[in-house]
Each structure stands twice: as structure tokens, then as C-alpha cells.
């Protein structure tokens, strides 16, 4: 798919297997911008895009740019690029990015909705969105405006998962390993979520 630098300073070539499906990252050396191209080189990768006539970029395009310059956290961008691999630019990617249409988006949210949860639906036009508003943005300014700028997004049907209760956690506190105690307790007072990121 393309090329990139990693906060820590790597390269790293990304792309989506043709076997298997999965995204595969390849990385090198915080010296290894040249290998990383050479390798994607390689790969033919930058040789998978049809040629067409247009007014501008694409949405596949305009993708690739704001992954380029936008500062995500490495795990945020490798859920990015998961959801446009695997869904997004599949439908998408080959549009002209200024002329897509709310029936372009109606088209896409009926068919993802047949396979998850509006929920799902809501974050991948999130991403869409997110994209188009940047590059219409004054450092970008890659596109005139956003076309679907006002696109409703489906509302979120998440499932309420609700905490264990009080007899509950102290069950779970009975059986918890003694390293994990303190875990539980903060996270049931405190309501934290128990990840890394907020726990």
C-alpha cells in the first residue's frame, strides 16, 4: 500500500497480502527510507492503480496523504489503515474524492450494514470524513470542499455492557491472582476501563 516513517524513527512498507488478506508491515532501519522503497519497488505495489481520467485526487489518494502527515500514535494508524485495507478503499479508494455523493455513501452503508454493526459503519465514514475535511483544510488544500461534509453518520448501537456488581467483584477478587487485585479495585471504583491506556 505505501511507504511510511514511524514515529520512532523506522520505515516501514505496508500492504495487504493476497493470500491470506492481512495487513503485513515490513520494517527497517531508521536509515532505511531507501530499502523501505526499494522493497515496495519490489512488491509492484505503486503499479496497482488503474490509470483513469479525473479531475482530482482520489479518495485512495487523499488517504495515503493524510496518513502521511497526520501524527497518529502507531496503534491509531494500524487500525486506520486496517479499516481503509480491508473496507474502505476497496469500495472507495479509486473515487474522485470531490465527486463522491451522499448515494455513494448511502450505497456503501447498506452494504457494510449487512456484515456489522451500525457502530462499525459510523467509525469507517468517521475516517472518511476525517480525511476529506483534512485535505480541504489550509495546510492541505488538496480538494475544494468536502462533498459529504454533511453526511448524517448512522447512530451507535453499541451494547451496554454493564459492570459486575459489588458480589460479583468480590468473587472475582477471591479468585484474582495477588498482582491483580489492585487492577480490579481501581477499575471498579473508578470505573476505568481495564486497558492499558486507561487502567
Not at 73 to 78: D, K, L, Q
Not at 114 to 121: E, G, H, I, P, S
Not at 139 to 145: H, P, T, V
Not at 173 to 192: K, Q
Request: glycine content about 6%; proline content about 6%.
Amino acid at each position: 500500500m505505501a511507504v511510511r516513517q514511524l514515529k520512532d524513527g523506522r520505515w516501514t512498507v505496508y500492504y495487504r497480502d493476497q493470500l491470506t488478506g492481512k495487513l503485513k508491515w515490513e520494517y527497517f532501519g531508521s536509515e532505511g527510507e531507501a530499502a523501505a522503497r526499494r522493497r515496495n519497488k519490489e512488491l509492484g505495489l505503486q503499479k496497482r492503480r488503474l490509470p483513469r481520467s479525473r479531475m482530482g485526487p482520489t479518495l485512495g489518494e487523499l488517504a495515503e496523504a493524510y496518513i502521511a502527515a497526520k501524527n497518529f500514535n502507531e496503534n491509531s494508524v494500524e487500525h486506520l489503515i486496517t479499516r481503509l485495507a480491508a473496507n474502505i478503499l476497496p469500495e472507495l479508494g479509486d473515487r474522485d474524492a470531490a465527486g463522491l455523493r451522499h448515494a455513494d455513501l448511502d450505497r456503501y452503508v447498506a452494504k457494510r450494514r449487512r456484515r456489522v454493526k451500525a457502530t462499525t459503519v459510523r467509525r469507517e465514514l468517521a475516517d472518511i470524513k476525517a480525511i476529506l475535511n483534512w485535505a480541504t483544510g489550509r495546510e492541505s488544500g488538496l480538494i475544494a470542499f468536502n462533498p459529504v461534509a454533511d453526511y448524517p453518520l448512522p447512530p451507535r448501537d453499541d451494547d451496554i455492557i454493564m459492570p459486575p456488581t459489588a458480589a460479583e467483584t468480590q468473587a472475582i477478587l477471591e479468585h484474582a491472582a495477588p498482582h491483580l487485585v489492585r487492577a480490579i479495585l481501581l477499575s471498579y471504583y473508578l470505573g476505568l476501563r481495564p486497558g492499558a491506556v486507561e487502567l
